[in-house]
């Protein structure tokens, strides 16, 4: 089960890191469509989504960097990073749905995987 969380762990992690390329790298251009915004929004938006995306890179690597940990044996530190990076993508995602309903279908894609992997990763360790 272990093994499973992890796994799930780091799909959140590859959406996180594609997240962070559309807010980071391309917000006035391929992102637009993804997030339905004009191109006066893209670029009044620039700065914030720019920092935003990189929030969304730190994760993905913190929870990376767990899943390396923990597959060569240091668990305690791995899990705790993977947990952490996990548990902040499912708070995250929960604010966006709480916050506007109409991002619900958005949230759950940034919320399942990691949610998945949080439980699994639990279960396994607790096993």
Do not use: C
Not at 30 to 44: I, N
Request: hydrophobic content about 60%.
């Amino acid at each position: 089960m272990i093994a499973t969380g992890l796994v799930l762990s780091g799909v959140a992690a590859l959406v996180h890191v594609y997240i962070f390329v559309l807010e980071s790298l391309l917000w006035t251009t391929r992102a637009r469509a993804v997030f339905g915004t004009t191109p006066e929004e893209a670029t009044a938006t620039r700065a914030l989504a720019f920092n935003q995306g990189f929030y969304n890179l730190f994760l993905a690597v913190a929870v990376t960097v767990g899943i390396v940990l923990v597959a060569t044996g240091q668990t305690a530190v791995g899990a705790t990073l993977v947990l952490t990076g996990t548990g902040s993508m499912v708070a995250a995602g929960l604010v966006l749905m709480i916050s506007d309903r109409t991002k619900t279908s958005a949230a759950l894609k940034q919320l399942v995987p990691p949610l998945l992997g949080v439980i699994a990763l639990v279960v396994g360790l607790a096993a």
